[in-house]
């Protein structure tokens, strides 16, 4: 679980430092969301589709859109 936290969180850091994603454009979900720097939200099937509606409601033709 570690491992895959760590590559998580770089996926993540590297789209908000490297590519400029707004916070509000990163959406991680998760196992474990009590850790600082956890997910802000368990990966169930209820969050994902929660985010995937939040994203294509904001998704414009042209946009990049990544899911790991």
Do not use: I, K
């Not at 590559?7 to 430092?17: I, K, W």
């Not at 916070?23 to 991680?28: K, M, P, T």
């Not at 956890?38 to 990049?64: F, I, K, M, Y």
């Amino acid at each position: 679980m570690a491992e895959f936290h760590a590559a998580a969180r770089a996926v993540v850091d590297a789209a908000r430092t490297r590519f400029g994603v707004p916070d509000s454009n990163v959406a991680y979900l998760g196992e474990e969301t009590a850790a600082a720097g956890r997910p802000a939200s368990r990966a169930t099937a209820e969050h994902v589709r929660r985010e995937l509606a939040r994203l294509a409601e904001r998704a414009r033709p042209g946009d990049q859109v990544w899911v790991v």
